[in-house]
């Protein structure tokens, strides 16, 4: 129920700030301008998410297939089994879902969205076979969807080469602050959806791999810092992520012909849902985006930067990261929307400035909440999202606390 409510909220609380700003302030065109967002909403979620998302699903599941009959993601899945029956017990250790869940956190980290979504939505469907409420999302169901909110990417190379275009002096500046925030806005994902779930929390393997995580990231930003120059840095990032995901392809390819299996049909056995998938998602991503979109233009995150910059400012406290704060508030919102958020700060302030490094951060610290459960329970035809969305959106809340904190650390 909670969806129902947060969605009519967007269509309601846009329609309140309209009215005001007509009645109060005389703008005319705010009805206009929240139509005309509806429409290139509800064309941008079709044209511009649900077909391109067909041919990237077509391809990726095609390569999955031939994984799958490879070996690969059961082997993937037995690696990573000890960790995965604890956050999810629901989940049978040899079930094919582990190993989609490790390909797409595996892609996350490396930042390789186009990769992730299709193993996401696999892992989904692959989830909801296990589920006994096929319309309400199970415990594995939510504990997944939360850690793929948190939008845990070690190195955010997208954002490094928009600071780059728009000429920040180090591009690579904000690498070890995104790490940082990212990586608590993980941790508390999982923290939350556990004592919901009443996941034992000390369990000692449980404690290892969060810890051997924890130093690994710890022990690769030590070494990025202290042997590799900023755009060593950017290169080892675009090199490391996209020759990880071409070996992946490699592996699947070799592993399966060794197996004496037909690849060429086994890709496109796999593919043949791709399309199907894009086509199932299409009203749960127009309805999203176009209630986002009501939100948006109506001119609610201004008033709601407002009310915090008066909140900070009477607190007595620095109100430095306000300008920043549209593309945290978008985030879970819209991707899109808030890199235009994010790009819009680097532009007004600079992008050295201490706002355009932060609403960097902002945009590397977390996922979008909002869309992604559209989109990921929109494709397997759940409704009833249960607590999926609150603790989303308390790993999104302490991914920005976070974010707020190292960028002072680092730029304050």
Known sequence: MSLNYIWAGFFLVGFAAALAQWIFLGDTEIFKKIIDGTFESARSGV??????????????????????????????????????????????????????????????????????????????????????????????????????????????????????????????????????????????????????????????????????????????????????????????????????LMGVITVFLVGAMRKKVNVYEAFIEGAKGGIQTSLTVIPYLVGMLVAIGVFRNAGVFGFLVSGFEWFFSALGMNTDFVPALPTALMKPLSGSGSKAMMIDAMQTYGPDSFVGRLACIFQGSADTTFYIVALYFGSVGIRRTRYAISCGLIADLAGVITAICVAYVFFG
């Open 47 to 244: 044209m511009d998410i649900a077909l391109p998302l067909a041919g990237v699903m077509t391809l990726w599941l095609g390569i999955m297939n031939i994984g799958e009959k490879a070996g690969a993601i059961a082997w993937f899945a037995k690696m990573i089994a000890p960790f995965f029956s604890r956050i999810f017990p629901e989940v049978p250790k040899d079930h094919p879902a582990t190993g989609h869940m490790v390909m797409n956190f595996s892609a996350n980290l490396l930042g390789l969205d186009n990769a992730a979504t299709p193993f996401g939505l696999k892992a989904m469907e692959s989830l909801q076979s296990l589920n006994p409420d096929k319309d309400t999302a199970s415990n594995a169901q939510i504990m997944f969807l939360v850690l793929h909110t948190s939008g845990l990417t070690l190195i955010p190379l997208a954002i490094m080469a928009q600071r780059s275009i728009l000429g920040a002096a180090d591009p690579s500046d904000i690498f070890i602050p995104c790490m940082i925030a990212t990586y608590v806005a993980t941790v508390a994902g999982i923290i939350a959806v556990s004592i919901r779930q009443k996941i034992n929390l000390f369990d000692s393997v449980l404690l290892s791999w969060i810890g051997g995580i924890t130093a690994a990231i710890v022990a690769m930003i030590w070494y990025f810092t202290n042997f590799l120059t900023k755009p060593e840095i950017e290169t080892v990032s675009k090199v490391a992520s996209n020759l990880i």
